[in-house]
């Protein structure tokens, strides 16, 4: 898919629901609901020990994600494209940033990258 040549418009009628689901997943310490959406290469670099490794690490200090987060911008790539949120987490006062790269494998949208902090 060629991504540049989607509106942001389009592109977040692709990238929210597979944000839900990494919200959702987080919050829910639901690996299999996080990682619904992943890339290949994403299982290799966020495998289910990873996970629960970075929820114990991290989740005293934060609480859950809001699911409330504003868009910020999409950045066009080769090959893909990365979405830009800002969002907020439940106990950690401030802005954090949100994205999602996305990209095509075996003809279906995959998640390559995601991270919010």
Not at 13 to 36: C, F, R, V, W
Not at 40 to 63: D, H, L, N, S, W
Not at 80 to 90: C, D
Request: aromatic share 10%; with cysteine; net charge negative.
């Amino acid at each position: 898919m060629d991504f540049s040549e989607k509106s942001h418009s389009e592109i977040l009628t692709i990238a929210d629901p597979i944000m839900d689901n990494i919200i959702h997943g987080s919050n829910k310490n639901d690996y299999e609901q996080l990682s619904k959406d992943f890339s290949i290469e994403m299982f290799k670099c966020v495998p289910k020990e990873e996970f629960e490794r970075q929820m114990a690490e991290g989740y005293e200090e934060t609480g859950d994600i809001k699911k409330e987060r504003g868009f910020l911008s999409c950045i066009y790539r080769d090959s893909g494209v990365t979405v830009l949120w800002k969002g907020y987490f439940e106990r950690k006062k401030g802005e954090v940033l949100a994205q999602l790269t996305l990209d095509e494998e075996d003809g279906e949208i995959k998640v390559f990258g995601a991270s919010i902090g």
